[in-house]
């Protein structure tokens, strides 16, 4: 272990034993098992003496990543305990001389396999993975493991933000952005007692119906089987982890350039995530009707946009539900009256994705953008969070497990997007080239995310090989969608 770790062990006998939360009592069900794996390239070889000695500085004064869970009958603790670096910081001798494309799918076949053996119950759950190997995007790999419980996408990526700087200030910590969800959508007019009963009474109606709909879908409505559809059993299956990065300057484009008309019922700006929503609908129905088509052809027949318009597709997407949106300062995070505290405070909705065949390619976006900001007027995400609460009191956590996977089983696939870091950053003194995280353990075969970094814009896919075994396929058509979006926009923009 290392020496500079040694003053931390004295400190770790001054906390005390601390109940696991009921988030985190849910995600070790055998059902809902779940660990983040995030991909870090870097521009430069990763030194791994140096990472050992940031570590020991940062992460490991966090609670959760010196404490290991410990099973007491039905309840669990977190148990502070001495972290050996040697068994949690992981560098393979691995041969450096090898083609970028080998070495694209070395990393690839390198988490594959070791994802297949579960995290060390009897130590922290986490480990970093350091791969100095030459890829297409980066000069090294870092692969962080950690299981979910020990915190949603929003904590552990402030956690991880806060073990770098900024690459043009090595002091300075990371500029993220935030937004206050609760910031005025409609402005003030005679008639605005008028407006607010309507939109209150829309909230209610819309509230009833996605929870309804919710409901049924643990019971009853499934998803159309298609072939981005998992069977049952996938969330014990191997996974793949594949990324692509674009420009933000694009998504930035299409999001201030297009002319999208806001609703009058909602009033809600063009977000970049009505684009990102956009592009998935456009690479979607395009991989579809691409393996519709051959399969149609197999037997002499076409399958056309009248059957892709008939399939139910939708994503299952986490909500953030603290007050303030976006990435947070882990201090923030971390203070005892914090309305942002660490942990797992999340939601579900359910998103219904369109998939048809338009002509011009900014009606993806335009789709999109009614269906979030349909969404955004609803109390989905708090009342599912509410929901598991209350099932979680009253019947334990196997039940909420069950489900927790039945609703997320029968929807097609995991879509999330947090924003980032607004300029390059360094980790321990490593210049960063792409930050890519997913999820695994989930029961979809696609699990779609999108993290924003600097002037990038990295999609990262968590496939089923068995389901999808082209995953480089569906990133062209990511890319191929956004660049026909950016020119349909270029193209009005010009007239």
């Not at 770098?164 to 959508?185: C, E, G, I």
């Not at 003030?188 to 509230?207: N, R, V």
Request: with cysteine; aromatic share 8%.
């Amino acid at each position: 272990m290392d020496e500079n770790c040694d003053r931390r062990e004295a400190n770790m006998a001054l906390r005390e034993d601390e109940q696991l939360s009921p988030a985190a009592m849910l995600l070790h069900e055998p059902s809902v098992n779940y660990c983040v794996i995030t991909i870090m390239g870097c521009k430069t070889s990763i030194n791994p003496r140096i990472i050992r000695q940031g570590l020991c500085q940062t992460m490991l004064n966090h609670p959760r990543f010196n404490t290991k869970m410990v099973k007491e009958g039905k309840k669990a603790k977190w148990i502070p305990t001495t972290v050996d670096l040697d068994k949690h910081v992981i560098v393979p001798e691995i041969d450096s001389n090898s083609n970028v494309e080998q070495a694209d799918r070395f990393v690839e076949d390198y988490i594959s396999h070791f994802i297949k053996t579960p995290l060390d119950m009897s130590k922290p759950l986490w480990e970093l993975h350091i791969l100095n190997i030459k890829t297409s995007d980066a000069e090294a790999v870092a692969i962080f493991r950690i299981h979910h419980s020990l915190g949603d996408g929003a904590s552990l990526i402030s956690l991880l933000l806060a073990a770098t700087r900024k690459t043009s200030d090595p002091l300075a910590l990371p500029t993220v952005p935030t937004h206050n969800k609760h910031s005025s959508r409609h402005r003030s007019t005679p008639f605005s007692w008028l407006f607010a009963i309507w939109w209150g009474l829309l909230l209610i109606c819309h509230t009833l119906l996605d929870v309804l709909l919710f409901i049924l879908t643990i019971f009853f409505i499934r998803d159309t089987p298609t072939p981005l559809k998992a069977p049952p059993g996938v969330e014990s299956n191997n996974k793949r982890f594949v990324h692509r990065t674009v420009s933000m300057d694009d998504i930035k484009l299409v999001k201030n350039e297009m002319k999208t008309v806001s609703s009058l019922l909602y009033c809600y700006s063009q977000t970049i995530n009505d684009v990102l929503l956009g592009i998935t609908q456009a690479a979607l129905t395009r991989y579809l009707y691409r393996a519709y088509d051959v399969d149609a052809n197999s037997n002499g027949a076409k399958l056309g946009s009248g059957f892709l318009s008939k399939i139910r597709l939708r994503a299952s997407v986490i909500v953030n539900l603290r007050p303030v949106g976006g990435i947070q300062e882990l201090a923030d995070m971390m203070a005892e009256k914090s309305k942002v505290k660490w942990g797992n405070l999340i939601g579900y909705i359910i998103l219904p994705f369109s998939i048809a065949l338009y002509e011009d390619p900014l009606e993806y976006v335009r789709q999109a953008k009614n269906t979030i900001d349909r969404k955004k007027h609803s109390l989905e995400a708090i009342l599912s969070h509410a929901f598991a609460k209350v099932v979680l009191k009253l019947f334990g956590v196997k039940v909420v497990a069950a489900l927790t996977r039945k609703v997320l089983f029968n929807t097609t696939l995991a879509f999330s997007n947090v924003p980032g870091p607004v300029e390059e950053i360094s980790f321990y003194g490593h210049p960063v080239a792409y930050i890519a995280p997913s999820v695994y353990g989930n029961p979809h075969a696609l699990t779609i995310h999108f993290q924003s970094y600097a002037n990038k814009m990295t999609i990262s896919l968590a496939v089923d090989p068995l389901v999808i075994p082209d995953p480089y396929l569906l990133c062209d058509d990511l890319e191929h969608s956004l660049n026909l979006i950016c020119d349909a926009v270029q193209g009005n923009h010009a007239v």
